[in-house]
DNA sequence: ATGCGTTTCAAACGTTTGTTTGGGAGGCAC
DNA sequence: GTGCCTCCCAAACAAACGTTTGAAACGCAT
């Protein structure tokens, strides 16, 4: 076992398979992904991955890592910087911050926010167990601040109801941007018009904002 | 090769075969669910997948049509009905026609509705070219006279803007009813509620109705 | 009973998988 | 130099995979 980060000099080993591993898994998913797919593209030793990370499920959970650690700081602020300013948080505004932290994270590169998506949807309909309770032990209060804010954004839904727009919220989010490149090829052939990511991230934020205030069911 | 019907009588080989197969499927993925596991599970030998469907791909695909072609049937028709009663179709009324479709293939089995979407999910994200194909060239044409149904009955909202509120949708559904048991028992546990199933579809299309109808974003 | 097509079976096939091994560079302390 | 620790590498490991095989068992018409 060694230190899982680069040493800060050029770009080390550990670095270059967290960043194949990252492009493959998003690409094929996780069973389908070999090692000896990540090490060979990446130019390193088939052994190097067991080495430094243990073994295939932990690479799985340092990808993750690399993701939602700087994505739940920076979403942990940008809470903490609501609930000073008390009372005055709109859903909208809830929202727009959620979107901002995951843009915020991966500098420069666009196209990491599809990978990001598109691992957390194979996380969720492929996780058995492991990653279920990696997610919840790391992220799970950073989450329960959130619905925290939320409840208090749209007070004319109750918690019960909220609980299951939110998820219904992340389904459309994850799910979506997961297959947002695909989706973009579609559009640009079926309506001759290139969409930018930021232009479907407002689409979906217009409609996230009106499903959770959507009419309530009669029952 | 042979033909891939049971012949009417008890159940045979084939069937039990799908049976486990779609379980298995929806509990772990195709990647991750081995011949071996659904064969002895099943309790049939080995070489019967490959005898009776030709190979593991192909019996993927036999899963699917099992759901899907009774699915688009009753979708067709009930299209074919709407269409006939022109003008007056509400988005509510779209909306339940397709849940309707969905829930009344799966006769007497309400938890085969879960199966059913979880399926669909794992298909979205794992398919890597054949099931993709095989959806669009078998089901493409019932889902183009759904989106006509739409635009109709919602035309304040144009086109392109369409065709990503319905990918939300979609991934709103699929997402929300792939997971829809373990989000019923955090319901249970959380809140000391029982939620139905059906309780979750209204809620569900409320949701989407909601973020159909929202407010074109700024842009 | 004979023959034929269909289905089942245990066994083996060749690959590919994740993981482990033992040795050998390279850098730093002493 | 000698030791020591970190890292890299080619090779091998055992296990699991999808698939194929050839023979046995069955159903059924003749």
């Keep these: 076992m ?41 130019g390193v030793n088939l052994a190097a991955v067991n080495y430094h ?41 809830l929202l727009a911050t959620l979107s901002q932290s995951a843009l915020a994270v991966q500098k420069g590169e666009p196209h990491r926010v599809a990978i990001f998506f598109r691992l957390s ?31 208090l954004a749209v007070p004319e839904v109750p918690p019960m109801e909220m609980f299951w727009r939110v998820h219904f919220a992340l389904g459309a989010t994850i799910f979506t941007l997961s297959g947002m490149d695909p989706l973009r090829a579609i559009c640009r052939s079926d309506f001759a018009v290139e969409v930018l990511p930021q232009q479907v991230e407002e689409r979906l934020l217009a409609f996230l904002a009106g499903g959770i205030r959507a009419q309530l069911p009669a029952s």
């Excluded at 230190?3 to 194949?20: C, K, M, Q, S």
């Excluded at 959970?61 to 910087?81: I, K, N, S």
């Design 2 to 42: 060694a230190g899982t980060a680069g040493r800060g000099a050029e770009r080390g080993t550990v670095d270059r398979i967290l960043d194949t591993a990252e492009v493959l898994f998003a690409q094929k998913g996780f069973a389908e992904t070999s090692l000896r797919a990540i090490t060979s593209k990446a």
């Design 53 to 93: 990370f243990g073994s295939k499920e932990a690479l799985i959970q340092a990808v993750f890592e690399r993701f939602l650690d700087p994505f739940c700081a920076r979403l942990d602020g940008l809470l903490t910087e609501l609930e000073s300013n008390s009372g005055s948080v709109t859903l909208e505004r």
């Design 121 to 151: 949807g194979l996380a969720y309909s492929q996780a058995q167990g492991h990653l279920r309770r990696f997610f919840r032990e790391h992220y799970g209060e950073v989450f329960r601040r959130f619905l925290e804010q939320l409840a």
